[in-house]
């Protein structure tokens, strides 16, 4: 079988992110399922050049990978600003996808087209909707089309209008027109897609549809294989720690508030607590957290599980935003106990057994509350730190994942093939074993 796999940004271990490391799973699960070329979509500019290996454990073995300059990015920064400019004024006065300040890329809709004209492609996953729609594959197509959906924005967005101060009649006027065009987006996703992925059991749940179903994100180590748990957390810990890109505002913000909100009530009851922050962070926040009494920021860190082995806590303070929730996952996979908003727990599998395990508060006062109790009372939290490392692993895994992706490759081709002819084809719907 012959996969065209899109996607928009490097995967795992080219970047350290949740979102690369899903595209890595998904391109590793992929590639047990046959012969997988990457189309790439460079939003970063000319100067960026992207090679993709056959495995994440960084083989010198490199996948076909063709790129495609998307709009705004070549030229100067002019143009860059008059393209975001352009698909601005499209959310506020445009149809169609332009309501979701999204163009289709003629150069990636053609190449698409050529692959599958010359049939070269017997199936086409999309990594994300906004990308896939950016690279035209909400058109149609005489191939199936899968589509991880883990950028799925309606309900995300509709919580942030919701949450919105009324006053602020700009942002209120922005988010609503961003609901519309998310709304649109996934009307079309949902009509143009043989299946989609979600990361979430709630957004799948809310949807109830047969061809929509959760593909769970799994973290992997630093290596790129299964984590393994740690043993238990010293029995003095009063580490907490916390990892993330805090370029990202749904990130910063959320550990802004923590900072501010939670983290003094924290030192009120355990003067000598610490917080350790891993992962790069803007300038300005580097500043300000540094200035805060028993923090600590690491930058980036090569080898989080050392960090991992020295917290009694993880803390996850994420209030908003998209995202693959991937390090609550990792905080469980090493066996600590994950603390934060209730947002940040949100979709994960198994929910009432999630609750015995972490920290999920979402007002400032309970969340300290929870957490300095989970710091002072050792052998509460080792109890805890077992019983998250077998929910991780009733849950979540690499070979689940795999398992799972072959299931619904296979179900997709088999079910197409009955569609054009009657006659399962199948040369065309078998799976490499």
Known sequence: ?????????????????????????????????????????????????????????????????????????????????????????????????????????????????????????????????????AAGLLAEWPVPLIIDADDWEPSRTAARLQSAPRYNLLLQAYLQRELRGNIYLGSKVLEKANHIWLASEKDTAALNRIDVTTLPNVPISDTGGEIQALGPSAQGSKIIFSVGDWGKHQNSDGMNWYLRQVWPLIRQRIPQAELRIAGVAPASLRRDWGAIQNVHLLGFVDDLRSEYEKAGVVAAPVTWGGGTKIKVLEALAYGRVPAGAKHAFEGLADPRRLENIAVIEQHALTLAEATVQILINAPMRHSQEIAAIQYYLDNYSVAAFNKYVEETVRSVMTGRAEFLSGDPLHEVVGVQS
């Not at 189309?39 to 073995?61: F, V």
């Not at 076909?64 to 698909?87: D, W």
């Open 1 to 133: 079988m012959r996969i065209l796999y899109v996607i928009s940004f490097p995967p795992f271990p080219i970047e350290v992110t949740g979102g690369a490391i899903r595209s890595r799973l998904l391109l590793d699960a992929l590639s047990q399922c046959g012969d997988v070329r990457v189309l790439y979509l460079n939003y970063r500019g000319p100067d960026h050049y992207l090679r993709i290996s056959s495995s994440s454990s960084r083989e010198e073995n490199y996948l076909s990978v063709s790129s495609i300059s998307m709009p705004g990015t070549s030229g100067s920064k002019y143009r860059s600003y008059l393209e975001k400019a352009s698909r601005a004024v499209g959310m506020f006065f445009g149809s169609g996808l332009a309501t979701a300040g999204l163009r289709v890329s003629d150069e990636a809709e053609r190449t698409i087209d050529e692959l599958c004209g010359r049939n070269e492609v017997d199936l086409i996953v999309g990594r994300l909707c906004r990308p896939s729609a």
